[in-house]
């Protein structure tokens, strides 16, 4: 296999810088050199993970897997050249490092707005590490306050116009079956399936847990977006090129100094 490498666009904007930062924090502080089975989310900043990742160079590289969420991750370790592998070989995972939509106080999430979410809470429960990297936007004291299209839930296709009703009933104030751009009808999911965003109020979102077992237990739903005390850490990128980490315990770092192209990955002992 040759060495890795990935070519990714620097960023062009504050909003992508803060994707970049944010991933190379995080990645500098829990992808180390014990970590030989890695879980890869979807979206637009894990691209700057898998970047950080390979700077750690071949050496370490070569005799690690890595777990893809979707069609999009998996691209991403081919391009690079990284060793893939799937969760039925690797059902135990070091560290998966992914995305989200909207991140709350308590580190819960929405995810699921690439239509990811059924493989991606996968890999989050295979880890023993679940880390989420975002920019400044998605931090939230309340899930669906900056992320107002719904909760993504992901459902058989042929159960679709139930759950849309049986979401209704939930208290969803305008459920909808998501459409594909360029394409007639329905978007459909690397697992065949379709996806809803069910917007709620804030009373449903506050409490999240409490909504994911409601929905869950609709026949018909395959897996829902929200991702409940499921994260050991989230990192934002600020637009101020900081980097504030939130725990799962409740405290929080503030990183100043962003990581630079040049400096070695912390904490990997390359
Ligand atoms: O949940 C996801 C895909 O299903 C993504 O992780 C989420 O949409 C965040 O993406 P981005 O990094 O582009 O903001």
Redesign the pocket.
């Known amino acids: 296999m040759p060495a890795s490498s990935l070519q990714v666009a620097p960023p062009t904007n504050v909003v992508e810088a803060s994707?970049q930062l944010a991933a190379w924090t995080a990645v500098d502080k829990h992808v180390t050199k014990d970590c030989q089975v890695i879980g890869i989310?979807?979206?637009?900043?894990?691209p700057y993970v898998v970047e950080r990742i390979v700077a750690q160079g071949p050496e370490i590289n070569k005799d690690r897997v890595f777990i893809p969420?979707?069609f999009q991750s998996k691209e991403l370790i081919v391009d690079a050249h990284l060793r893939l592998g799937d969760v039925d070989q690797y059902p135990h995972i070091d560290v998966t490092i992914?995305?989200?939509?909207e991140v709350d106080k308590d580190l819960n999430?929405?995810?699921?707005?690439?239509?990811?979410?059924l493989r991606?809470k996968v890999l989050a429960e295979a880890a023993d590490t679940w880390i989420i990297?975002?920019?400044y936007r998605?931090n939230s004291e309340v899930l669906g306050v900056n992320w107002k299209k719904g909760v993504?839930v992901e459902v058989a296709p042929f159960a679709y116009a139930k759950v849309l009703h049986n979401l209704r009933t939930l208290g969803s104030t305008d459920p909808k079956l998501r459409m594909a751009v360029m394409k007639a009808g329905p978007i459909v999911s690397d697992n065949g399936n379709f996806i809803i965003d069910a917007p709620f109020g804030e009373a449903e979102m506050r409490d999240p847990m409490t909504l994911l077992t409601r929905i869950k237990m609709l026949t018909g739903v395959v897996e829902v977006?929200l991702f409940c005390h499921m994260a050991k850490a989230v990192y934002f990128g600020n637009q101020d090129g900081s980097v504030t980490a939130k725990f799962y315990d409740g405290h929080a770092e503030h990183y100043d100094k962003p990581a630079s192209a040049s400096d070695a990955p912390a904490g990997t002992g390359v």
């Not at 989310?41 to 894990?46: E, K, R």
């Not at 992914?98 to 939509?101: I, K, Q, S």
């Open positions: 994707k989310g979807s979206g637009s900043t894990v969420t979707g992914d995305g989200a939509d999430c929405i995810k699921g707005g690439g239509a990811c979410h991606e990297v975002a920019d998605k993504p977006g």
